[in-house]
């Protein structure tokens, strides 16, 4: 074959290939919109092909099944949050700022799921849900760490904090935001409750020191 026809066959299969990655994206974008917010136990492959406007045939060309897509919907999340979360950690002004930052971030996303979402996920795909628990333990359990030892070297956590009891503490509460049940009749979405739980968490770690700062983040005059 001479090479300008292999050049342009492989041209042509890396345009082509960019095409379908695309048309993939803009599948699991859609797919994940409407899980955000109906939940995922009551949609079907045909919900998600008739909400994308595509048809089944061209759904199952990207996506095994609805399982694969809640998978690298999961994964894609995490994926994305992580890196949001180290570059808020990269260039916060100090770790009360870090941790404000990153609670702003979570409530945003928090606020606009469905909790049905989580309760379906929780219930119906524990292989997905076992993705959330992974990456709490893989990720972010080390970055609070991070953050509580430079807040106790800085002189704005209280000095006597246990690290390891304390992240671990803090994972516990963004379970507690998220679990429906224990907050039925409040009239507040997840990411609202989420804010409020931080609040409480901040004031009881910080120093006089870090307090201080705490209310300037948050504008108040205490």
Known sequence: MHIGNIF???SFRSFAGEILMEAKEKILKGAT????????????MDDIARELGISKKTLYQHFEDKHQIILEMCSGILYMNLQVIEKIAKESKDPIHEIIQT???LSKIFSSINPVLIYDLKRYYPEAWQLLE???????LGILENNLRKGIKMKIY???????????YRLAQF???LNTSIFPDINLSMGEIQLTILEHFLIGITTL??????????????
């Not at 020191?209 to 205490?222: A, E, F, I, S």
């Open 33 to 44: 919109e409407l899980f955000f917010r109906l939940g995922v136990k009551s949609i079907t």
């Open 8 to 10: 342009y066959v492989k």
């Open 158 to 168: 209280r000095s006597n904090l246990n690290v390891m009891l304390m992240a671990r």
């Open 209 to 222: 020191k870090g307090h201080q700062l705490l209310n300037k983040y948050k504008n108040l005059n205490d």
């Open 103 to 105: 609670g702003t971030h």
């Open 175 to 177: 379970d507690l935001a």
């Open 134 to 140: 992974d990456f709490k333990q893989k990720h972010i």
